[in-house]
């Protein structure tokens, strides 16, 4: 073939820094022509592999070359002195890359040969060699996972590699020197087994399970010392060490059974931990479920019912006398506090009521203020409460913490525990409860420890329960039904009653003060997307934009929407609407601020505050986001503690998720003038009050709904949607029951099975 200036001489080089990468080029070939020939290099296009291994020097060789494909050319093999595959030259280059300590592009190379071009001459020897490289620089930089995982690989590929087993050894050494400076001895028995398996007899293997062995013996000692002396709690923690060290250990599986049926323990999964678990909080979804394991109210609401709730009396029975007008509370004897100290008497009742009509007592309530008239206590256990009017829903206001009075325990805060356990321990981590020696009703079989363990995101939790290191999750986002749902051995159910989810507005600051602006807010966020981007799309029964403060229920059936107008639609997403509406509110904030010799130079930023928790963390963002488009600058914040009972007065919108189950009484709860949103109109006013003096089912309906229509026009909260709530268990976890109201509402029947590591 003669030289010509057609011919492409090719200087191949290593790329500059921002050039394409090689293997994205189009592949070619590379054959040199000997000297005769002035040693030209031709790229061209690839050749049909494999080659001749010894082909006749006269034959010859056809070449379509990269510049002119058209055209044919033909080669004599004696005038080739060397011919380069395009695989060749990525190889090359990958090595070159590897040995300049370019990792990344390095692994684009060989992951690109080994799709395209396995056979590659000493391309398994070159991975090898550029996974070991690897491992040794992730190895002096301590980042010894990543190390150990390049090794796995190595080790995969070639088993048999000279000192691998040592090396592997070193590096999963340094990872058992800090998994057990954490204590977590489950990671170090996993490393040493996947060590043993790869090299049986291994030396750090040996020398590790023989310590793993020496500490679990110790701790079965320990732990049957622990159990033998009556300390269960003690060698139940024991045994789950054991669990995690090594759980094969003979005799530790007996041992952990048997202090599981005296001594039993559940973990649940929450989503926010209960900072403050008082009951009777309408917003706070920690403090509505975790309540019921400290507190037994002297009344207890378990259902919505034909008129309003039912209600029962945990310490006692509550009847009406005189038309309504008496209350009588039989109170059961032996109810104690934790303490131990005092029983409860018809004396600490009495003494609570007349709390709740205290205006300076931390228990006041204006409605059973209004209703109080006086108190009497017969023969320690009789009370008898009278009312200045009959109310529909007397049961309902009786929803309080029981004190004991006049006793060192009287001042404790948070109150003493008067339910079926107590608080053991709090930290980041986790909430231990126990159960309450001096409790009135304990149930043979509850457990005996219940630990609360938060998680930020719900795929964390949802992991925890697929791999039983919790037993409960409490609340499952509804993107995440599917995920759990697909689980056969998970079972999945729904809270009886749903939640109200709404904007507060903080009623005393300049601008969400002004009912058009209000109305600016509610026109500016586009529920429907936003509920819909919470579903994932997906119809859930009860989940639906609400137009109101108070819950619709699933259906028309459903007995807790009895407060809400159906007839009332829910105001529709209009963008341009909202933007008016909010201009001409600045504009009057900014004429009266003139007024006073002030200038409004620009729109105020509110803060959007919200108490945690995955939802409310997903939905503010998309909040903020729509609220923006229309003028109106926000400032999230989350709030430390517990869901504050009113508007922080530092705040201008509070994400809330309401649990309104009794409107009747909630209403003044969460609209009045000293409600959540810390004031209200005279026409809500009006409403409320007129609400409270309604003396039958026929008059509550329809003031509810005038309540209602207020709300709606006056925006007293910026409605968003209702939620029905979900939780899931393990399908051996006994006791939970069908759609409870808080998921610790049976919790003395819960009855958690025996889990243990299988094939060990």
Same mark, same amino acid.
């Given at each position: 073939?003669?030289?010509?200036?057609?011919?492409?001489?090719?200087?191949?080089?290593?790329?500059?820094?921002?050039?394409?990468?090689?293997?994205?080029? #189009?592949?070619?070939?590379?054959? $040199?022509? %000997?000297?005769?020939?002035?040693?030209?290099?031709?790229?061209?296009?690839?050749?049909?592999?494999?080659?001749?291994?010894?082909?006749?020097?006269?034959?010859?060789?056809?070449?379509?070359?990269?510049?002119?494909?058209?055209?044919?050319?033909?080669?004599?093999?004696?005038?080739?002195?060397?011919?380069?595959?395009?695989?060749?030259?990525?190889?090359?280059?990958?090595?070159?890359?590897?040995?300049?300590?370019?990792?990344?592009?390095?692994?684009?190379?060989?992951?690109?040969?080994?799709?395209?071009?396995?056979?590659?001459?000493?391309?398994?020897?070159?991975?090898?060699?550029?996974? /070991?490289?690897?491992?040794?620089?992730?190895?002096?930089?301590?980042?010894?996972?990543?190390?150990?995982?390049?090794?796995?690989?190595?080790?995969?590929?070639?088993?048999?590699?000279?000192?691998?087993?040592?090396?592997?050894?070193?590096?999963?050494?340094?990872?058992?020197?800090?998994?057990?400076?954490?204590?977590?001895?489950?990671?170090?028995?996993?490393?040493?087994?996947?060590?043993?398996?790869?090299?049986?007899?291994?030396?750090?293997?040996?020398?590790?399970?023989?310590?793993?062995?020496?500490?679990?013996?110790?701790?079965?000692?320990?732990?049957?010392? =622990?159990?033998?002396?009556?300390?269960?709690?003690?060698?139940?923690?024991?045994?789950?060490?054991?669990?995690?060290?090594?759980?094969?250990?003979? +005799?530790?599986?007996?041992?952990?059974?048997?202090?599981?049926?005296?001594?039993?323990?559940?973990?649940?999964?929450? !989503?926010?931990?209960?900072?403050?678990?008082?009951?009777?909080?309408?917003? +706070?979804?920690?403090?509505?479920?975790?309540?019921?394991?400290?507190?037994?109210?002297?009344?207890?609401?378990?259902?919505?019912?034909?008129?309003?709730?039912?209600?029962?009396?945990?310490?006692?029975?509550?009847?009406?006398?005189?038309?309504?007008?008496?209350?009588?509370?039989?109170?059961?004897?032996?109810?104690? *506090?934790?303490?131990?100290?005092?029983?409860?008497? +018809?004396?600490?009742?009495?003494?609570?009521?007349?709390?709740?009509?205290?205006?300076?007592?931390?228990?006041?309530?204006?409605?059973?203020? #209004?209703?109080?008239? +006086?108190?009497?206590? %017969?023969?320690?256990?009789?009370?008898?409460?009278?009312?200045?009017?009959?109310?529909?829903?007397?049961?309902?206001?009786?929803?309080?913490?029981?004190?004991?009075?006049?006793?060192?325990?009287?001042?404790? !805060?948070?109150?003493?525990?008067?339910? @079926?356990?107590?608080?053991?321990?709090? !930290?980041?981590?986790?909430?231990?409860?126990?159960?309450?020696?001096?409790?009135?009703?304990?149930?043979?079989?509850?457990?005996?420890?219940?630990?609360?363990?938060?998680? %930020?995101?719900? =795929?964390?939790?949802?992991?925890?329960?697929?791999?039983?290191?919790?037993?409960?999750? %409490?609340?499952?986002? @509804? *993107?995440?039904?599917?995920?759990?749902?697909? #689980?056969?051995?998970?079972?999945?159910?729904?809270?009886?009653?749903?939640?109200?989810?709404?904007?507060?507005?903080?009623?005393?600051?300049?601008?969400?003060?002004?009912?058009?602006?209000?109305?600016?807010?509610?026109?500016?966020?586009?529920?429907?997307?936003?509920?819909?981007?919470?579903?994932?799309? #997906?119809?859930?029964?009860?989940?639906?934009?609400?137009?109101?403060? /108070?819950?619709?229920?699933?259906?028309?059936?459903?007995?807790?929407?009895?407060?809400?107008?159906?007839?009332?639609?829910?105001?529709?997403?209009?963008?341009?609407?909202?933007?008016?509406?909010?201009?001409?509110?600045?504009?009057?904030?900014?004429? $009266?601020?003139?007024?006073?010799?002030?200038?409004?130079?620009?729109?105020?930023?509110?803060?959007?505050?919200?108490?945690?928790?995955?939802?409310?963390?997903?939905?503010?963002?998309?909040?903020?986001?729509?609220?923006?488009?229309?003028?109106?600058?926000?400032?999230?914040?989350?709030?430390?503690?517990?869901?504050?009972?009113?508007?922080?007065?530092?705040?201008?919108?509070?994400?809330?998720?309401?649990?309104?189950?009794?409107?009747?009484?909630?209403?003044?709860?969460?609209?009045?003038?000293?409600?959540?949103?810390?004031?209200? !109109?005279?026409?809500?006013?009006?409403?409320?009050?007129?609400?409270?003096?309604?003396?039958?089912?026929?008059?509550?309906?329809?003031?509810?709904?005038?309540?209602?229509?207020?709300?709606?026009?006056?925006?007293?909260?910026?409605?968003? *949607?209702?939620?029905?709530?979900?939780?899931?268990?393990?399908?051996?976890?006994?006791?939970?029951?069908?759609?409870?109201?808080?998921?610790?509402?049976?919790?003395?029947? *819960?009855?958690?099975?025996?889990?243990? @590591?299988?094939?060990?």
């Amino acid at each position: 073939m003669p030289a010509s200036g057609t011919l492409l001489i090719l200087m191949l080089c290593t790329s500059a820094a921002g050039e394409q990468p090689f293997f994205e080029m #189009e592949p070619f070939d590379q054959v $040199t022509l %000997d000297e005769h020939n002035d040693n030209l290099v031709l790229k061209v296009q690839p050749l049909e592999r494999p080659l001749p291994e010894r082909p006749r020097p006269t034959a010859t060789l056809t070449l379509r070359l990269v510049d002119h494909p058209d055209k044919l050319y033909q080669a004599q093999w004696h005038t080739i002195k060397q011919i380069e595959f395009f695989e060749d030259f990525l190889l090359r280059k990958a090595n070159e890359l590897a040995a300049a300590g370019e990792a990344d592009q390095a692994y684009d190379y060989f992951k690109f040969l080994e799709e395209k071009y396995p056979q590659t001459g000493k391309l398994a020897e070159s991975v090898q060699n550029y996974l /070991f490289q690897e491992a040794r620089v992730l190895y002096r930089e301590r980042q010894y996972d990543g190390a150990l995982a390049v090794l796995r690989e190595l080790h995969r590929r070639n088993s048999a590699r000279p000192g691998l087993d040592k090396v592997m050894g070193a590096t999963t050494e340094m990872l058992v020197d800090e998994y057990m400076a954490k204590g977590n001895f489950a990671a170090v028995r996993t490393l040493i087994h996947n060590l043993a398996d790869a090299y049986p007899g291994q030396a750090v293997a040996v020398k590790w399970s023989e310590q793993l062995e020496r500490r679990a013996a110790a701790l079965f000692g320990e732990a049957r010392a =622990a159990a033998a002396a009556g300390q269960l709690g003690k060698a139940g923690q024991l045994c789950r060490k054991i669990k995690a060290i090594r759980p094969e250990l003979p +005799g530790a599986r007996e041992l952990a059974e048997k202090i599981h049926r005296s001594h039993p323990r559940v973990v649940v999964g929450v !989503s926010v931990a209960a900072a403050d678990p008082r009951p009777g909080r309408l917003n +706070g979804w920690a403090a509505l479920r975790s309540s019921r394991l400290l507190y037994r109210p002297l009344m207890e609401f378990t259902g919505p019912g034909t008129e309003g709730g039912t209600y029962t009396c945990p310490v006692g029975q509550l009847q009406f006398e005189e038309l309504g007008r008496r209350l009588v509370l039989q109170i059961a004897p032996d109810v104690t *506090w934790s303490s131990g100290r005092e029983t409860l008497t +018809g004396y600490h009742v009495a003494r609570r009521l007349m709390a709740m009509a205290d205006p300076a007592d931390g228990a006041y309530r204006v409605l059973w203020a #209004e209703l109080f008239s +006086g108190i009497g206590v %017969d023969g320690v256990y009789r009370v008898e409460a009278d009312l200045r009017r009959p109310f529909v829903r007397s049961d309902a206001l009786l929803q309080t913490v029981l004190i004991p009075y006049g006793t060192a325990d009287a001042g404790a !805060s948070p109150p003493l525990s008067n339910g @079926p356990y107590v608080v053991d321990s709090r !930290s980041a981590k986790e909430v231990i409860y126990r159960a309450n020696a001096q409790y009135f009703v304990v149930a043979a079989g509850q457990p005996k420890e219940l630990v609360e363990r938060p998680f %930020d995101k719900g =795929a964390m939790a949802i992991r925890a329960l697929l791999r039983d290191e919790i037993q409960v999750l %409490d609340r499952i986002s @509804p *993107w995440g039904l599917k995920i759990v749902r697909a #689980e056969k051995d998970i079972v999945v159910d729904r809270y009886a009653v749903p939640l109200v989810h709404c904007l507060i507005p903080n009623m005393c600051k300049p601008l969400t003060a002004k009912r058009a602006f209000r109305r600016a807010l509610v026109y500016g966020i586009h529920r429907e997307a936003i509920l819909g981007q919470i579903t994932g799309g #997906e119809e859930l029964p009860g989940c639906r934009v609400v137009s109101g403060p /108070f819950p619709p229920g699933e259906d028309l059936d459903d007995r807790i929407g009895y407060a809400y107008d159906r007839d009332i639609k829910p105001r529709g997403y209009e963008p341009r609407l909202a933007i008016a509406l909010a201009g001409i509110s600045v504009n009057q904030l900014a004429a $009266t601020m003139k007024k006073r010799g002030e200038e409004l130079k620009e729109t105020p930023r509110l803060v959007l505050a919200h108490s945690g928790g995955e939802i409310a963390r997903s939905v503010c963002p998309s909040i903020k986001r729509q609220l923006e488009l229309i003028g109106v600058p926000i400032e999230l914040k989350e709030l430390p503690g517990p869901a504050p009972r009113q508007i922080p007065d530092d705040v201008d919108l509070l994400y809330a998720e309401l649990a309104v189950w009794e409107p009747v009484v909630d209403a003044r709860r969460l609209l009045g003038s000293q409600g959540m949103a810390a004031g209200c !109109s005279s026409y809500m006013s009006l409403a409320l009050r007129r609400l409270e003096e309604a003396t039958d089912w026929q008059e509550v309906h329809s003031h509810l709904r005038r309540v209602h229509l207020v709300a709606h026009r006056d925006v007293a909260v910026v409605p968003l *949607w209702q939620l029905t709530d979900y939780f899931a268990y393990r399908e051996s976890f006994k006791g939970i029951g069908t759609r409870p109201i808080t998921l610790y509402q049976n919790v003395q029947q *819960w009855r958690p099975a025996f889990q243990y @590591p299988e094939g060990e």
